[in-house]
């Protein structure tokens, strides 16, 4: 009887006692729900034709219909390339330059002089996207740019209109990319290197290796597991484009979408500029579904390789 | 001996590295104190020919825009980052709970948000459609940036594995109850995560452009990143009247050219001035984030 009712006591207490848990954690919860869920059921108008005047439920189902105009323009095709194409090399240039300044920053034995070059090296990082077209708008403007008023006169080359001319673009904005996360990657790199037992170096120093071939043969094939999981990171992300570096940079020049319209700027352009709501929801889920799969691929392949860096 | 030599060639291309990545904030700079006649005639320059801080003045002269759009920035930043790193904290607290029911079912759903995404269309469509959220200041701080599934399973795993699990069952065997566990206990223990959550958050409100350029069409709401995207998207935006009524008289005066390079380096100053005070927690949020993706 007593141990009865002491159990009895001891459940309600506890459902007491976690009753204030779900309280506090239904705040978050609801916000996700909103958030996130709901746009992921809201998926659905991709199939839809949406009409305001029905509303959103209410409006007609109308299957693949959004998709094939879609995939009829040659706009598919376009920024589906862009997207993957700039994602590679930003990918494969990301791993090389931060490899080369997390190795650079290593050698550098006074701890102030570290810091500053961490410091100055992570500070476009801080920036928005915004504040960087301003000083390629400062370096790039037809006519008050510093490029075409100061140093194409220089090489006698004749000015350049920038904003107006595709075929320069995907290095400018190649350059961003890298001038932007440079700081960022190196960190990664840097950490895992600061991790690196110091037992190998001090056996290798035994043994009478060099520096440099201590750098070669001990420091870089201990950082492969991190540039692999980086990489399949990355490649996960691959169908999903900075939006800030592909729309404001170029400041949203039309003549330049051919190497600039990437599948998040389409997505934007469509519904809030164009006004096409079909197109811009199949656009939508075609960069939700295929991103999905790619992020899911690419972390059943890192669980396999170290499973201390998957997310699931 | 190699060693040293190293060190000299790693600084020296290092330095290099650090003056491209600081350069382009000096040109801004510079060409803030240019005088607009020279940005006109030669372009913007790291030498220009004659120097005038004439931009500054004209905006000290019509400071009502830009205060606006500055409140509007600490405003959100302050507000959304608080706010956002309470609810993420709770959430992530709960999450630590392993035998409370349906826990591996909340910890998939939040999980979840990181790996998929409905996208913009349904996002703005909800947003606009069941909360008219357009045109109000919520609009600045709602939409994807108050809660990040991310920065909650960050904040989650340091509650379980930096704060020894006795202390909490300590402080309930004394009769504390789960509000002041958390508040007593878990959050003083976890200062330096709330402090790379909260940093990482802020620095997402204080660049945050997008909310406005979605559901803003109204300037009222602007913060200086909205401000910075339509002035130099449009720069006749000027003559649209943004700058109140005074803008026709001043337009003849004014130094356009310098004027907008004034204002993108009021918005990055503060960033960039307390931002050596807190990159020891900056460096460590990237270094947690970056391999998690």
């Given at each position: 009887?007593?141990?009865?009712?002491?159990?009895?006591?001891?459940?309600?207490?506890?459902?007491?006692?976690?009753?204030?848990?779900?309280?506090?954690?239904?705040?978050?919860?609801?916000?996700?729900?909103?958030?996130?869920?709901?746009?992921?059921?809201?998926?659905?108008?991709?199939?839809?034709?949406?009409?305001?005047?029905?509303?959103?439920?209410?409006?007609?189902?109308?299957?693949?219909?959004?998709?094939?105009?879609?995939?009829?323009?040659?706009?598919?095709?376009?920024?589906?390339?862009?997207?993957?194409?700039?994602?590679?090399?930003?990918?494969?240039?990301?791993?090389?330059?931060?490899?080369?300044?997390?190795?650079?920053?290593?050698?550098?034995?006074?701890?102030?002089?570290?810091?500053?070059?961490?410091?100055?090296?992570?500070?476009?990082?801080?920036?928005?996207?915004?504040?960087?077209?301003?000083?390629?708008?400062?370096?790039?403007?037809?006519?008050?740019?510093?490029?075409?008023?100061?140093?194409?006169?220089?090489?006698?080359?004749?000015?350049?209109?920038?904003?107006?001319?595709?075929?320069?673009?995907?290095?400018?904005?190649?350059?961003?990319?890298?001038?932007?996360?440079?700081?960022?990657?190196?960190?990664?790199?840097?950490?895992?290197?600061?991790?690196?037992?110091?037992?190998?170096?001090?056996?290798?120093?035994?043994?009478?290796?060099?520096?440099?071939?201590?750098?070669?043969?001990?420091?870089?094939?201990?950082?492969?597991?991190?540039?692999?999981?980086?990489?399949?990171?990355?490649?996960?992300?691959?169908?999903?484009?900075?939006?800030?570096?592909?729309?404001?940079?170029?400041?949203?020049?039309?003549?330049?979408?051919?190497?600039?319209?990437?599948?998040?700027?389409?997505?934007?352009?469509?519904?809030?500029?164009?006004?096409?709501?079909?197109?811009?929801?199949?656009?939508?889920?075609?960069?939700?579904?295929?991103?999905?799969?790619?992020?899911?691929?690419?972390?059943?392949?890192?669980?396999?390789?170290?499973?201390?860096?998957?997310?699931? | 001996?190699?060693?040293?030599?190293?060190?000299?060639?790693?600084?020296?291309?290092?330095?290099?590295?650090?003056?491209?990545?600081?350069?382009?904030?000096?040109?801004?700079?510079?060409?803030?104190?240019?005088?607009?006649?020279?940005?006109?005639?030669?372009?913007?320059?790291?030498?220009?020919?004659?120097?005038?801080?004439?931009?500054?003045?004209?905006?000290?002269?019509?400071?009502?825009?830009?205060?606006?759009?500055?409140?509007?920035?600490?405003?959100?930043?302050?507000?959304?980052?608080?706010?956002?790193?309470?609810?993420?904290?709770?959430?992530?607290?709960?999450?630590v709970h392993n035998?409370?029911?349906?826990?591996?079912?909340?910890?998939?759903?939040?999980?979840?948000?990181?790996?998929?995404?409905?996208?913009?269309?349904?996002?703005?469509?909800?947003?606009?459609?069941?909360?008219?959220?357009?045109?109000?200041?919520?609009?600045?701080?709602?939409?994807?940036?108050?809660?990040?599934?991310?920065?909650?399973?960050?904040?989650?795993?340091?509650f379980r594995t930096n704060i020894p699990q006795e202390l909490y069952e300590a402080?309930r065997?004394?009769?504390?109850?789960?509000?002041?566990?958390?508040?007593?206990?878990?959050?003083?223990?976890?200062?330096?995560?709330?402090?790379?959550?909260?940093?990482?958050?802020?620095?997402?409100?204080?660049?945050?452009?997008?909310?406005?350029?979605?559901?803003?069409?109204?300037?009222?709401?602007?913060?200086?990143?909205?401000?910075?995207?339509?002035?130099?998207?449009?720069?006749?935006?000027?003559?649209?009247?943004?700058?109140?009524?005074?803008?026709?008289?001043?337009?003849?005066?004014?130094?356009?050219?310098?004027?907008?390079?004034?204002?993108?380096?009021?918005?990055?100053?503060?960033?960039?001035?307390?931002?050596?005070?807190?990159?020891?927690?900056?460096?460590?949020?990237?270094?947690?984030?970056?391999?998690?993706?």
């Open positions: 009887m007593m141990l009865n009712s002491s159990k009895a006591n001891k459940s309600s207490k506890s459902l007491m006692r976690r009753f204030p848990i779900y309280l506090m954690m239904a705040p978050g919860l609801i916000y996700l729900l909103f958030n996130n869920y709901i746009p992921i059921a809201g998926l659905a108008i991709a199939f839809k034709d949406i009409d305001f005047r029905k509303g959103i439920l209410k409006s007609d189902w109308i299957g693949y219909k959004n998709f094939e105009y879609l995939f009829k323009t040659k706009d598919a095709l376009i920024i589906t390339r862009n997207t993957l194409l700039y994602n590679a090399a930003f990918i494969l240039l990301g791993i090389v330059f931060g490899v080369i300044t997390a190795l650079l920053l290593n050698e550098v034995s006074s701890k102030r002089l570290l810091k500053f070059f961490q410091t100055t090296i992570l500070s476009p990082q801080l920036v928005s996207w915004i504040v960087v077209s301003y000083f390629v708008y400062a370096l790039l403007s037809i006519d008050k740019g510093m490029i075409n008023n100061r140093i194409l006169p220089l090489l006698g080359i004749k000015e350049i209109s920038w904003y107006t001319e595709p075929k320069y673009w995907p290095f400018i904005i190649t350059i961003m990319q890298i001038w932007k996360t440079i700081g960022f990657n190196s960190i990664i790199y840097l950490a895992t290197i600061v991790g690196i037992s110091s037992d190998y170096y001090e056996a290798a120093t035994l043994d009478g290796a060099t520096r440099n071939q201590q750098i070669i043969h001990i420091t870089l094939p201990l950082l492969v597991p991190t540039i692999i999981t980086l990489f399949l990171i990355h490649v996960g992300r691959i169908f999903y484009a900075d939006f800030g570096l592909f729309f404001q940079v170029p400041m949203n020049s039309g003549a330049l979408f051919s190497t600039t319209n990437v599948i998040d700027t389409y997505v934007y352009r469509a519904l809030l500029q164009i006004g096409d709501i079909g197109m811009s929801a199949a656009a939508g889920f075609y960069q939700s579904i295929v991103g999905f799969i790619l992020i899911i691929i690419s972390n059943l392949i890192i669980r396999k390789f170290n499973k201390e860096n998957a997310l699931f | 001996m190699q060693k040293k030599i190293n060190t000299l060639v790693a600084c020296a291309i290092l330095a290099v590295v650090s003056i491209s990545c600081i350069i382009p904030f000096i040109l801004l700079l510079i060409g803030s104190f240019t005088d607009n006649n020279v940005i006109i005639n030669e372009g913007y320059s790291f030498f220009p020919s004659k120097w005038s801080a004439a931009a500054y003045e004209y905006l000290g002269k019509d400071l009502g825009t830009m205060i606006n759009a500055y409140l509007v920035t600490i405003f959100t930043t302050a507000f959304g980052t608080l706010l956002g790193l309470i609810i993420s904290a709770m959430l992530a607290y709960g999450l035998n409370l029911k349906g826990s591996r079912t909340l910890n998939f759903l939040v999980l979840f948000t990181i790996l998929f995404n409905g996208g913009l269309v349904p996002t703005y469509l909800m947003y606009t459609q069941l909360f008219h959220i357009k045109n109000t200041i919520w609009a600045q701080i709602f939409p994807s940036l108050l809660v990040n599934g991310f920065y909650v399973m960050l904040l989650r795993s340091y402080a065997i004394d009769g504390a109850s789960e509000g002041c566990v958390f508040f007593r206990i878990c959050l003083p223990l976890s200062l330096p995560i709330l402090a790379t959550v909260g940093l990482m958050q802020g620095l997402a409100y204080w660049n945050s452009w997008l909310n406005g350029l979605y559901y803003l069409t109204d300037t009222k709401y602007y913060n200086i990143q909205n401000v910075l995207n339509r002035l130099l998207l449009d720069i006749r935006y000027l003559q649209s009247g943004f700058f109140g009524d005074m803008a026709s008289e001043l337009l003849a005066t004014m130094p356009t050219d310098s004027v907008i390079m004034a204002i993108a380096v009021i918005g990055v100053i503060p960033i960039l001035f307390i931002y050596p005070f807190f990159q020891k927690y900056y460096v460590k949020g990237i270094t947690l984030g970056g391999v998690k993706g």
